[in-house]
């Protein structure tokens, strides 16, 4: 039997994956925009939708970042309101443990869930800067190296509270007059050196019991992180070498958690472009990545790198000459991906020695060394591509970051879907109601183990 695919929506938003200048691009922010790209995705019997967070607009040089789309509306709104308008799909929401505390977002997620018919995952960020962290009134609040700490006591507790109701203290019989079974439901009490909490969580059980929960660390810890607490990964592995090194990476941690290798799905971000030919996908590929790599844009990722003011520099010219500036990245405030350039010196001389081999323009090689395009092709090559990487154990799915809001998925849903459907390799339609229905993961119970009910 061949592993069935597990395929998801990412609502793109605030880096240059979204093209938000394309004429057919809408708004970021309008619900309607919401409502559509979940529609389109259900439309395609995708598993969940899913939502990324930032909780500071980013800077550069001083000021706001606006290149990209600029702000986004609260996680939980959205997924609420989506939840009205969408019958199936999961709603999967990227919360992070270091600003929050434990009951409201517990509650937050319980409630969610109810709403949703049991359709509600969260993804457990502990973002790493204290650049965002002057946005909660604490300034730099929690060092880099206590933040997986107070991630996995955040979620321990929220699993206390998810797992504080049984499911049979509401009776409400209305002959008796009796509302209650158990006098003190969702009682709880936690104490360790990040929460110091008791008394009783105020939403009952909720139909997942837990929301499917999701982490995105890619760190040693991060990855243990999940390999002990998570039901899925959101990772950015999604070439087939080197999503095959993290998935043997991470299913191999399972067993010292006690868990099993299926537990636990692995799902990277990827990026698509289709054409009727290869040709025709090949050079759209390139006109996206042109859009996405704006010459204002080749600058500024030049500077993310050299961690130096570089507008001056000619975006068609060669690199320049200089060499980054080593330490604590000032330039680019707020920005993840920073932190990837580990030897700033090193990879700059990579650089210069692929655009020197290849005659490439200090644009034409951010184009290149930024790619985000992971299957570009005809439908039947995608479709091909994506099964080809998931049987041979690169991931358990994708989830697919279109280039343009609100209607990008439409494409994948109407071209690829069906080819993958033929396959057998996708659901036909929706089996059950859940997102842990569609995931193929049991409820769990209060003691943590996994069962078939709760
Ligand atoms: C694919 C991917 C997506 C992520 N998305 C978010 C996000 O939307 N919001 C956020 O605050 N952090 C996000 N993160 C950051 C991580 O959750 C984590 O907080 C950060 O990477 C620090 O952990 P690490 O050192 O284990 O990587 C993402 C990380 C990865 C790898």
């Given at each position: ?5 597990h ?10 994956t979204?093209?938000?200048?394309d004429p057919?691009?809408?708004s ?37 970042y ?18 009205a ?37 969260w ?25 997986y700490d ?53 939403v ?51 067993p ?19 054409g009727d ?13 042109l ?16 961690n130096?003011?570089l ?31 580990r ?5 700059a001389a990579?650089?210069?020695a ?12 951010i ?7 992971s ?16 049987q ?17 998925m439409?494409p994948?849903v ?18 059950g ?22």
């Amino acid at each position: 039997m061949p592993k069935q695919i597990h395929l998801a929506a990412h609502f793109p938003g605030v880096n240059n994956t979204t093209v938000w200048s394309d004429p057919a691009s809408g708004s970021h922010i309008e619900f309607d925009s919401f409502r559509e790209f979940a529609q389109v995705a259900e439309r395609g019997k995708l598993d969940f939708i899913f939502l990324a967070e930032g909780l500071r607009l980013r800077e550069q040089n001083d000021r706001i970042y606006d290149l990209d789309v600029v702000g986004r509306p609260d996680t939980f709104t959205v997924l609420a309101a989506l939840a009205a308008v969408t019958d199936r799909i999961g709603l999967t929401g990227t919360i992070n443990s270091t600003f929050n505390e434990p009951y409201e977002v517990a509650r937050q997620f319980a409630s969610l869930d109810h709403l949703s018919g049991g359709r509600a995952a969260w993804n457990v960020v502990t973002s790493w800067d204290a650049f965002t962290g002057e946005n909660f009134r604490r300034g730099g609040f929690l060092a880099q190296g206590d933040r997986y700490d107070r991630a996995r006591s955040f979620l321990q507790t929220a699993t206390e509270l998810f797992d504080s109701w049984r499911g049979d203290e509401v009776v409400a019989d209305k002959d008796s007059g009796t509302f209650l079974a158990d006098p003190h439901p969702g009682a709880f009490a936690h104490r360790d050196r990040f929460f110091d909490i008791a008394g009783q969580f105020d939403v009952p059980r909720s139909p997942q019991g837990r929301p499917v929960i999701f982490q995105a660390g890619d760190s040693d810890e991060g990855r243990d992180f999940a390999a002990a607490s998570a039901d899925a990964i959101f990772s950015r592995h999604s070439t087939l070498e080197a999503g095959q090194a993290f998935y043997a990476d991470v299913k191999g941690r399972l067993p010292k958690f006690g868990r099993s290798r299926d537990e636990l799905l692995i799902l990277p971000a990827a990026t698509f472009v289709l054409g009727d030919t290869e040709d025709e996908a090949a050079e759209l590929a390139q006109e996206v990545r042109l859009a996405q790599v704006s010459p204002a844009t080749a600058i500024k990722f030049l500077e993310q790198l050299w961690n130096r003011d570089l507008s001056d520099h000619d975006p068609d010219g060669p690199l320049p000459s200089v060499d980054p500036v080593v330490g604590e990245n000032t330039i680019a405030r707020g920005r993840a991906s920073v932190r990837m350039h580990r030897d700033p010196v090193a990879t700059a001389a990579e650089w210069r020695a692929k655009a020197e081999a290849e005659g490439l323009t200090t644009r034409e090689l951010i184009v290149e060394v930024t790619g985000r395009q992971s299957f570009i092709g005809t439908p039947q090559t995608v479709a091909d591509t994506i099964d080809r990487y998931v049987q041979a154990d690169a991931s358990d799915g994708f989830i697919l970051v279109p280039h343009l809001t609100p209607g990008g998925m439409a494409p994948f849903v109407d071209r690829v879907v069906p080819l993958l459907q033929e396959r057998g390799v996708f659901r036909a339609d929706y089996e059950g109601t859940t997102l842990r229905d569609h995931l193929g993961l049991p409820l769990r119970h209060t003691d943590g183990a996994s069962a078939a009910a709760s």
